[in-house]
Nanobody, 122 residues
Framework: QVQFVESGGGLVQPGGSLRLSCAASGYIFSIYAMGWYRQAPGKQRELVATITSDESTNYADSVKGRFTISRDSAKNTVYLQMNSLKPEDTATYYC????????????????WGQGTQVAVSS
């Protein structure tokens, strides 16, 4: 199995910053992509940002210019630097990994972290 350690969530005032981190461990051969998704109360889970093994990134329009995703491949860790936070960024943020479990299995497996809460309020 694959385990995640997510951290960095919390309460912040509008305009403030937070940095989320997510470290994956366990049955991992290599990670193709990692990302962050979020789910606000009463809403569907949505993409925030993803980053692939070749450092290609993708962002939701709502966070472009404010959030930056990065990864440390040696540590199987992904980060999300969130600046200029807005109340509408309030949600549970989930780490996601798309990975290979073996050199002999070319299927990619997808896993989710347990989520970390981000609240933006004055």
């Amino acid at each position: 199995q694959v385990q995640f350690v997510e951290s960095g969530g919390g309460l912040v005032q509008p305009g403030g910053s937070l940095r989320l981190s997510c470290a994956a461990s366990g049955y991992i051969f290599s990670i193709y992509a990692m990302g962050w998704y979020r789910q606000a109360p009463g809403k569907q889970r949505e993409l925030v940002a993803t980053i692939t093994s070749d450092e290609s990134t993708n962002y939701a329009d709502s966070v472009k210019g404010r959030f930056t995703i990065s990864r440390d491949s040696a540590k199987n860790t992904v980060y999300l630097q969130m600046n200029s936070l807005k109340p509408e960024d309030t949600a549970t943020y989930y780490c996601n990994a798309d990975l290979y479990r073996s050199a002999f299995d070319r299927k990619r497996y997808n896993y989710w972290g347990q989520g970390t809460q981000v609240a933006v309020s004055s």
